[in-house]
């Protein structure tokens, strides 16, 4: 079910052109299947950053982007403790990502 949400394995991305139209297919694909309202993808680099690989729309994508920007937020958590960061309110997770969170 998940290889068809996404689209195509992932070992199949390399970058080439056309690859990111792939990329955002699989996205809504994974939005569909969860029943989300946006999803993103993430892969880490072997000295442990992040980077933004996909996005299912643009909201997404920004948003994305800046956790990667402010070191913080649900993704980066999610990848250095290695477990689900779900349903968190950003209003009372200022504490927690001051640089993510609203003002």
């Known amino acids: 079910m998940l290889d068809q949400a996404l689209g195509e394995p992932a070992d199949d991305r390399t970058g080439h052109e056309g690859d990111e139209g792939a990329r955002d297919t699989g996205q809504r694909g994974c939005v569909e299947l969860l029943d989300v309202a946006a999803a993103g993808i993430m892969l880490a680099g072997q ?5 933004t690989v996909a996005a299912s729309d643009e909201r997404a994508r ?4 800046f956790e990667v920007q402010a070191d913080e937020g649900p993704c980066r ?3 250095r403790l290695g ?3 779900v349903n968190v309110d950003l209003a009372d997770a200022k504490g927690r ?3 993510f969170t609203p003002p």
């Open 62 to 65: 920004l948003l994305e982007l």
């Open 97 to 99: 990502w001051p640089l």
């Open 83 to 85: 477990a689900a960061v």
């Open 47 to 51: 000295d442990g950053s992040l980077m």
């Open 77 to 79: 958590d999610c990848y």
